[in-house]
T-cell receptor, first 117, second 113 residues
């Protein structure tokens, strides 16, 4: 149980275009989903936290107009990278949990590699 | 703000031997959770072990155990009988009651045959 999927696993796009990444909890209801960014050989940096049905909360320094996050249902959150540029190339990982307060284990998706040409 | 520090960027160990990965953290909170995650070349994050701060007993999971020193804010991971499949990047992480995870910089572990 507790499986999280991401789609696509790898995407290549041209500079200036937008890319949408989906994160799904397959066998549980995720009231909270998290989006992370990871550069090669570096740590995971939290970008934003989304709760189902409400606006995402972005971490300091993350452009909310560039990284649009939608959490429309208890099993799906999407991250849209708008007007992508080569510096947006990175590995994006989502995680899902059943709550935000207290201890709620985060279950991680397999990640999406974004390459912007 | 909480911080997590892993001071060993890279480590190596011979197969079947024991290795310890270090982690220190800083927080003013009294109740929190600490984790070690493994990220193999596939890049899928895998939970290795979890420690609740209010529990004095060190957590163990088969070949993996932790040395949790709350006063020193230290949380090291010991891997016994290292296997080739343990080769991965290991992240120490902190979670407060906000539910957010804060990760250390990571330690790349190479298990040599």
């Amino acid at each position: 149980g507790a499986v999280v999927s991401q789609h696509p696993s790898w995407v290549i796009c041209k500079s200036g275009t937008s890319v949408k990444i989906e994160c799904r909890s397959l066998d549980f209801q995720a009231t909270t989903m998290f989006w992370y960014r990871q550069f090669p050989k570096q740590s995971l940096m939290l970008m934003a936290t989304s709760n189902e049905g409400s606006k995402a909360t972005y971490e300091q320094g993350v452009e909310k107009d560039k990284f649009l996050i939608n959490h429309a249902s208890l099993t799906l959150s999407t991250l849209t990278v708008t007007s992508a540029h080569p510096e947006d190339s990175s590995f994006y990982i989502c995680s899902a949990s059943t709550g935000i307060r207290g201890y709620n284990e985060q279950f991680f998706g397999p990640g999406t590699r974004l390459t912007v040409l | 703000a909480q911080t997590v520090t892993q001071s060993q960027p890279e480590m190596s160990v011979q197969e079947a031997e024991t290795v310890t990965l270090s982690c220190t953290y800083d927080t003013s909170e009294s109740n929190y959770y600490l984790f070690w995650y493994k990220q193999p070349p596939s890049r899928q994050m895998i939970l290795v072990i979890r420690q609740e701060a209010y529990k004095q007993q060190n957590a163990t999971e088969n070949r993996f155990s932790v040395n949790f020193q709350k006063a020193a804010k230290s949380f090291s991971l010991k891997i016994s009988d290292s296997q080739l499949g343990d080769t991965a990047m290991y992240f120490c992480a902190f979670m407060s009651n906000t539910g957010k995870l804060i990760f250390g910089q990571g330690t790349t572990l190479q298990v040599k045959p």
